[in-house]
Each structure stands twice: as C-alpha cells, then as structure tokens.
C-alpha cells in the first residue's frame, strides 16, 4: 500500500519557469492538502480540496494553482516561478471532517524539496 | 481563525530524561488538537490526537499530551527520552483545515 506519493522529489527551476507537483493517494480519501515547510514556519497550508473538482485556498495560495480533476490526484503547479517559493513541499490527504472539523488523521506524502535560483 | 504556538524552537534533553514540549492553542471554538512528528528527510507522522474524549491522550512511542481548556494548552510529554525520540515535533489545531505549529527539534544527549 503506497499511501501518499509526491513526484518528483527534488526539482531546480530557474526563475520564471513553470512547474507541476503531482500528488497520488490509493487510501480513497475525500480531503487532499497542500503544505509548504519552511525553516522556523512550520508547514503552511497553500490550497486544499474537499473532494473531486473541488479546491480551496490555504494560508498562503499567491503564485500557485492546484487541480482535482480525479479523486486520488491533486496537482499543485506553479506558473512562474519565485525564489520566494524555494522550500520543501508536502501533499496530504484525508478521510474528511465531521461536522465541519477536520477530526482525522492527515497522511503525509515524503515531500518535494524545489530550489528556484 | 485558529492557531498554535510551540514554545522553544529547540528542545535538548540528556537520554532517560522527561521530554516537556510546549504547544499552546487559539481558537474560537472547542478544537481538535494534535502532535505529529517528523523524521529527517521525512513526512511528518501522527503521534496523538484530542478529539474532547479524554483530557489526557496517549500516543504512540510512550508519547503522552494533557489538554488543558483553562491554559489552552496542549503540551506533549514523555517520562524517559530515548535516542530513536530526536526528531522535530509538531502541534496543530483543527477547526475546518489544519494548522500547524512552527516546530520543535528535540535532541537527545547520550
């Protein structure tokens, strides 16, 4: 069971490049997440869905875009990218909220380390 | 909206001593409260969750955590540090989405 799978897992991009982060999980979870982990930030959450072509914004969503156009997918991409957004990226997925809570365990992929230069 | 504030960025501990790390909370309404952990190079892990069952929640790794309403408090500890302990920790809060505290490295001393 492969649970939460980022790819790719480290990626270099020039400033004003275009990339997509790719998020898969086969644990059939309704709720999918985007994070960014940055040095003495702790992870801030960028987009988020709560099911099937549905997606929402985080804390920080400027410079990102994210698709849900399948279940078990969740793409975070980036249209131009930033030195700013050099940081190490975390997808998470769950089963949903009761009640409008979030009451569940979040399941972390690995990460995807991106260095704008 | 919600929030958590870890105390301390760094937390150093000498092996077979009680691990204190600090977690308080923000919220408007009764929260879901949480500790996760993260190994180098690795996504983070939940250690134990709140869900207004119990006051006093156990996890895993002889990790415990007492919710307390009148300090919003959430503080995670451990009677006896262990080596395979060091590793960041983190606190989060849940009412809607997820937010997470900025961290606590633990390291342990032999």
């Known amino acids: 069971n492969a649970g939460v799978t980022q790819t790719p897992k480290f990626r270099v991009l020039k400033t004003g490049q275009s990339m997509t982060l790719l998020c898969a999980q086969d644990?059939?979870?309704?709720?999918m997440y985007w994070y960014r982990q940055d040095p003495g930030m702790g992870l801030r959450l960028i987009h988020y869905?709560?099911?099937?072509?549905?997606?929402a914004k985080g804390e920080v969503p400027d410079g990102y875009n994210v698709s849900r156009l399948k279940k078990q997918n969740f793409l975070l991409g980036l249209e131009s990218a930033a030195p700013s957004q050099t940081s190490v990226y975390f997808c998470?997925?769950?089963?949903?909220?009761?009640?409008?809570?979030?009451?569940?365990?979040?399941?972390f992929g690995e990460g995807s380390r991106l260095t704008v230069l | 909206a919600q929030s958590v504030t870890q105390l301390g960025s760094h937390v150093s501990v000498s092996e077979g001593a009680l691990v204190l790390l600090r977690c308080n909370y923000s919220?408007?309404?009764?929260?879901?409260l949480f500790w996760y952990v993260q190994y180098p190079n690795q996504g983070l892990q939940l250690l134990l969750k709140?869900?207004?069952?119990?006051?006093l929640v156990k996890g895993i790794n002889g990790f415990e955590a007492e919710f307390k309403k009148s300090e919003t408090s959430f503080h995670l500890t451990k009677p006896s540090a262990h080596m395979s302990d060091a590793a960041e920790y983190f606190c989060?809060?849940?009412?809607?989405?997820?937010?997470f505290g900025a961290g606590t490295r633990l390291t342990v001393k032999p």
């Open positions: 998470a997925s769950s089963f949903g909220t009761s009640g409008g809570l979030n009451t569940g365990e979040l399941f």
């Open positions: 644990m059939n979870h309704e709720y």
């Open positions: 869905s709560v099911g099937e072509g549905t997606t």
């Open positions: 919220s408007s309404v009764p929260p879901y």
């Open positions: 709140y869900t207004s069952a119990a006051t």
């Open positions: 989060a809060v849940s009412v809607g989405d997820m937010r």
